[in-house]
């Protein structure tokens, strides 16, 4: 899965006297997201005209678009790259 992705990143992107505010603003944003998607994205778009199967494909095919597009177009890679060099590698 993609899942790691938002993990990882923010923990190779800030330097290490920023990297517990990094992955703390990371992970605050990323569960804030988790539950306004997860409370209130699947019911406003199930009680639509394309139901519950269709709410469910668009999700599906959006986060394979969005999520694949980032990553294959704006993620650089990282291996062989020291944490030290790794802030030009993102800047």
Request: net charge negative.
């Amino acid at each position: 899965t993609w899942g790691p992705i938002g993990w990882v990143v923010p923990g190779e992107v800030f330097p290490l006297r920023l990297r517990g505010v990094g992955m703390s603003s990371a992970v605050v944003a990323n569960m804030f997201t988790n539950i306004i998607l997860g409370d209130y994205g699947y019911q406003n778009m199930s009680v639509s005209s394309i139901g519950i199967v269709g709410t469910v494909f668009v999700i599906v095919v959006l986060n394979f678009v969005i999520v694949l597009t980032t990553v294959v177009f704006l993620q650089p890679e990282t291996k062989a790259v020291s944490l030290e060099e790794m802030r030009f590698a993102f800047a």
